[in-house]
């Protein structure tokens, strides 16, 4: 059982920034980012895959999210620039060892933090 536990988000104005963490309890192949508003299904932002080689992200955060990845620390980041209030939602993290990229079939979920942008 892989845990994760993400860290990071807050309130900004539209057009600051924010960095997400999400620290993972072993090293596991695939990681990605995943938002939900309310009245809203979970969508995929970003993906990557297991040294950080490979990654797709949504369109609409395409030019300002960057995910990367320290494996030796075993934590996952996404970097938000150019936030609009449309990116206001819970965001998540996931890992499993098949490539899902933007896809919800992780197996393992962390709990959530949320980013608010006004």
């Known amino acids: 059982h892989v845990q994760l536990v993400e860290s990071g988000g807050g309130s900004v104005q539209a057009g600051g920034s924010l960095r997400l963490s999400c620290v993972a309890s072993a090293n596991v192949y695939c990681m990605g980012w995943f938002r939900q508003s309310p009245g809203k299904e979970r969508e995929g932002v970003a993906a990557?895959?297991?040294?950080?080689?490979?990654?797709i992200y949504a369109d609409s955060v395409k030019g300002r999210f960057t995910i990367s990845r320290d494996n030796g620390k075993n934590i996952l980041y996404l970097q938000m620039n150019s936030l609009k209030p449309e990116d206001t939602a819970m965001y998540y993290c996931?890992?499993?060892?098949?490539?899902?990229?933007?896809?919800?079939?992780?197996?393992?979920w962390g709990q959530g933090t949320q980013v608010t942008v006004s």
């Open positions: 990557i895959d297991s040294d950080g080689s490979s990654t």
């Open positions: 996931a890992a499993d060892r098949p490539w899902y990229g933007l896809g919800t079939e992780y197996q393992y």
